[in-house]
């Protein structure tokens, strides 16, 4: 224990230290909660670390070492994230991967490192790493799966249980007096913490290995900004294999003793939430749109007295808030009317949401529509939104409760210093910032240019200190006559329309510009039944004329907001919306624009020789892995 | 909107299978029964021991009932003879000089035997049959208690309540009574609340719904009728004996005729099958609005300056509340319980219609 107190005291802060030391001095407070059959088991931090250290004697018992990874593949899973912890505890690498990702997705990780083992969720998963094994994966000598059902009649070398693996570490706890101790003390600062992927929005993801110092950094710095407290309740919901989850539910809820609840099922979330009632959520713009969207629609369907009552206070709130965000001061009437909505109206929508608690709101990821913004400070949750990326853990720029602004992120994190490049892009230093991509010097070198992080995001600081993101800086393109624009930024002003989910801007050294885009299902489609639109699919709703007038809608609010050579001429609603299974989309919902601009070509060179319509086969892969086509011909819209 | 439901959540079964999970419905079950507590301090005596009193007994009574009708499905048409065993029976005992707790406890047990002892018959037959039946039953009661005066006394005799003290302690001021009456409601309303949550209650439910499929279930439908017709006439034996005890003071025959049975029977049926809260309407609206509406008219008549004479005047009251009866009913089917229910519904989803994933 000595020369854990050593390392604490040098800064140099360790995952097995820190669970040292949460058992230790916090061994009652609950670590964990996850719901199963509708009852949250909990675990203490000394069930917890005990249950870790374990995992990571049985996984060294089976080859686990310092060089190798071990994927991760499932859902959010209680054991999933344990067992990360427990292969950092051996300074290997962990490595989580999206629960959907496809096979060749998986193929791609075996290249990059010795693979030597898998922590599968479930049957489902199993089968998928049996299958990447017969891909040429024999490296993966044992397969450890949490929930056993329908696994009971496999018969497969190397497929232990959970269970199995702690008590074969347990027993050997049992047997080496000291291995408790050593194995939590022998991973250094700067011995990986997890192997994350980059989101390959161009070309093939690149491995990126955050040090323990790394994330732990990330952890202190956010605290320091004010993003989090300490003993916050959080739900652990977000892809496993996001940066973002691994930042907050893994490395913040170790530094700052988090009660991280792990829901039932993915289907389960918005039921589980509400239960926890978390006091931290963080969710992609996207995530918050669509409850904007299912709060809508409900009260759309309420009865009268409901739905004129949540008008009066939700109108005067939005508006109040609005006033506030263009700096103008409010009424004399308006903290009254505040406490009677609070009462009546924002406290029981927000109780059903599971949002009563909340304390710490973000969004990031992507930039947030102003109404979605305004509604949730109407709703009184302090929305803010957060900036970062993978090389940085996550963590860069945070707004503080106090001062929000649309248009910024917030100041850079206390521990993170940022500055502008000539270009335009913006640099980062801290000790957050990963050392390099794996295996990749030459991409690691351009990265990490004189010891800075290339973020490769446009962007400047306001003179208050206040960092403004414009969008990437590989996307800034040029039209034929020259104008500059970031096909991004007009993107996800498309999508803060509640009708738009997706869309591509073209334009790149063309005369104008003009869209593809993919309706909102849920959205249009409870739209068209009010409106009596009738339809029968999504292709189907996506042609129709009444929703055409609809989006033209949003087409014109954008084109009010760019500059005149800027404005969008056409659109195409495609029949389709993009897929992360088709390859259109990264696993975070980012566009893969070559991907799209390929598959697309018929559509976008009819969006610009004048045709009013154009034939369109779609690639559709179904979740069996089986491709179809979806045939269709898409009328070309005038804005 | 006063429903928050956020945050609360189960670590355990224990906490999951809590009688009031609602945070809401705690409180409020709370703030009744402190209510109840302090009822002799705001309440004026003659609304308490004329109004008060006789609801929290017969709205004990008529959740015994409940048990027997609303949770295991009989239909039982003799539960004032019932009561009326009781009652006898702990007054002869407390006359013999037995105290009063075990006086109140051997009434019940004697309810309790001859309640089963005509199920055991009854049993036999189902629905409209088995109403028949426990019809006969309250006849051949009425009929032993008129013509045995070692009983009654005699039929126009009525037979006099001994002072009732309880733990040593004579009761014999109003509070004390309504005490007592409140004491017992309250312990059956305990009991019926955790009644819902014990596999005895879901087996009760389960030959509700249908006697035979709870049998292919395992579960004896028989032994399960037997013991909701012991249990409902244990309650039935030591309401009617509170009743006596600190209410009418005295017992004869008609406090115990087929009309107070299926008076009774409307209590628990305008209250809602199956609800607790609802037997505690049923009994208000059975008991407690005729006294009202009756008001109502005398005043409303001689405001006007209406000269009715008084036998229209007798009436109306009685036109008026079996209107509202009907009302009810024609409203909502599943009675008060139910209404209530709606309400809580309406405001647990609010501001929504219903909470969509």
């Known amino acids: ?639 | 909107m006063f429903y928050r439901l956020s945050g609360v959540h189960h670590a355990n079964y224990v906490s999951d299978s809590r009688i009031f999970k609602v945070p809401a419905d705690r409180n409020l079950t709370a703030f009744i029964f402190l209510i109840g507590l302090a009822a002799p301090f705001i309440i004026p005596s003659l609304y308490l021991n004329s109004y008060m009193l006789p609801w929290l007994i017969w709205t004990a009574a008529a959740l015994g009932l409940n048990l027997v009708t609303g949770w295991a499905g009989q239909l039982h048409l003799g539960y004032a003879a019932v009561m009326a065993v009781g009652a006898y029976s702990s007054i002869h005992a407390a006359r013999f000089g037995v105290p009063w707790e075990f006086a109140l406890i051997i009434g019940g047990l004697t309810s309790s035997v001859i309640g089963s002892l005509f199920a055991f018959a009854a049993l036999r037959v189902k629905g409209l049959y088995l109403a028949l039946t426990t019809l006969a039953m309250q006849f051949v009661m009425d009929w032993v208690l008129t013509h045995s005066p070692a009983i009654s006394g005699g039929s126009h005799a009525s037979l006099q309540s001994p002072t009732l003290a309880l733990l040593g302690q004579e009761i014999t001021t109003d509070t004390g009574f309504y005490y007592v009456a409140f004491g017992w409601c309250v312990l059956v309303t305990i009991f019926m609340l955790n009644l819902k949550r014990t596999g005895l209650g879901r087996a009760l439910v389960a030959v509700r719904e249908k006697d035979f499929a709870a049998a292919i279930l395992g579960v004896n439908s028989f032994y399960y009728k037997i013991l909701a017709f012991a249990t409902s006439s244990f309650i039935a034996g030591v309401s009617g004996a509170l009743l006596v005890a600190t209410f009418f003071f005295l017992a004869a025959p008609e406090q115990f005729s087929v009309a107070v049975s299926i008076q009774v029977l409307a209590m628990v049926i305008v209250g809602g099958l199956g609800s607790i809260i609802g037997s505690y309407f049923g009994v208000a609206l059975i008991l407690l609005v005729p006294g009202i509406v009756n008001g109502l008219v005398v005043t409303l008549s001689d405001g006007l300056g209406m000269q009715i004479d008084v036998e229209t005047l007798a009436h109306i009251p009685n036109a008026v509340y079996g209107a509202l009866i009907v009302i009810i009913l024609l409203i909502e089917p599943l009675g008060l319980g139910k209404l209530y229910g709606n309400i809580r519904d309406y405001l647990m989803v609010w501001p929504f219609d219903q909470f969509k994933k």
């Open chain 1, 1 to 639: 224990m000595t020369d854990l107190t050593k390392n604490r005291s040098s800064g140099g802060e360790t995952i097995g230290a820190l669970l040292a030391k949460n058992a230790s001095l916090h061994g009652k407070d609950i670590a964990r909660r996850e719901k199963e059959r509708g009852i949250w088991k909990e675990t203490t931090w000394a069930e917890y670390a005990q249950e870790v250290v374990a995992c990571a004697a049985g996984l060294e018992k089976i080859g686990v070492k310092p060089g190798k990874a071990v994927l991760v593949l499932g859902d959010n899973r209680a054991r999933l994230y344990g067992g990360m912890l427990a292969v950092s505890l051996l300074g290997a690498y962990a490595m989580p991967a999206y629960p959907g990702a496809t096979l060749e997705e998986l193929r791609h990780f075996l290249g990059e490192v010795e693979i030597v083992a898998a922590i599968a969720e479930d049957q489902e998963q199993v089968d998928k790493i049996l299958e990447l094994k017969d891909a040429g994966a024999e490296g993966i000598d044992h397969i450890i799966y949490d929930e056993a059902r329908g696994l009971g009649f496999y018969e497969v070398e190397g497929l232990l249980s959970w269970d199995h693996l702690i008590e074969v570490g347990q027993h050997d706890l049992n047997e080496t007096p000291g291995l408790r101790e050593e194995l939590l003390s022998r991973a250094k600062p700067e011995d990986p913490a997890i192997f994350l992927h980059s989101s390959g929005t161009t070309g093939a993801p690149k491995g990126i290995v955050l040090s323990q110092k790394n994330v732990l950094a990330a952890a202190r710095n956010g605290h320091a900004a004010g993003a989090f407290d300490e003993n916050e309740e959080i739900l652990a919901y977000l892809p496993m294999a996001w940066v973002g989850d691994y930042a907050i539910t893994v490395a913040a809820a170790l530094l700052w003793r988090f009660t991280v609840n792990v829901p039932e099922r993915q289907e389960t979330v918005v039921r589980d939430m509400r239960e926890i009632a978390p006091t931290f959520y963080l969710a992609a713009p996207r995530s918050w749109d669509q409850m904007l969207t299912t709060i809508q629609v409900g009260i759309e369907n309420s009865t009268p007295l409901k739905k004129r009552l949540y008008h009066f206070f939700m109108d005067r709130a939005i508006a109040a808030e609005t006033r506030k965000l263009n700096g103008k001061s409010g009424g004399v009437l308006e903290p009254l009317g505040r406490l009677l909505g609070e009462a009546i109206i924002f406290g029981p929508v927000k109780d059903q949401f599971g949002m009563s608690r909340l304390k710490n709101a973000f969004t990031g990821g992507e930039a947030i529509g102003e109404d979605t913004f305004v509604f949730y400070r109407a709703l009184g949750i302090k929305l803010r939104q957060l900036y970062g990326q993978t090389e940085n853990s996550a963590i860069n720029a945070i707004q503080s409760p106090g001062e929000v602004r649309l248009h910024t992120v917030g100041k850079p994190a206390p521990g993170v210093e940022v500055t502008i490049a000539e270009d335009g892009e913006i640099l980062v230093r801290s000790d957050s910032v990963f050392e390099g991509y794996f295996n990749k010097p030459e991409a690691t070198a351009e990265a990490l240019e004189g010891g800075w992080l290339h973020t490769g995001d446009a962007g400047y600081l306001e003179e208050d200190g206040h960092l403004v993101v414009l969008g990437r800086v590989s996307e800034v393109m040029h039209t034929a006559g020259g104008e500059r624009f970031v096909p991004n930024y007009i993107e996800n002003r498309l999508k803060f329309s509640p009708y738009i989910k997706d869309a591509a801007v073209i334009g790149a050294g063309l005369d104008e510009l003009t869209a593809m885009v993919c309706v909102d299902f849920e959205a249009v489609g409870h739209w068209a039944e009010v409106n009596g639109v009738p339809y029968v699919s999504y292709a189907d709703l996506s042609q129709r004329e009444e929703v055409a007038t609809l989006l033209r809608e949003a087409f014109q609010r954008v084109n009010k907001a760019v500059t005149e050579p800027l404005r969008l001429q056409r659109f195409v609603s495609l029949p389709k919306e993009f897929d992360p299974d088709d390859g259109e989309i990264t696993r975070t919902r980012k566009l893969r624009r070559k991907v799209v601009q390929e598959r697309y070509a018929d559509v976008i060179a009819a969006l610009y020789d004048g045709s009013k319509e154009v034939h369109v086969s779609a690639q559709v892969t179904y979740e069996t892995g089986e491709v179809g086509k979806v045939e269709r011909s898409l009328p070309i819209r005038e804005v």
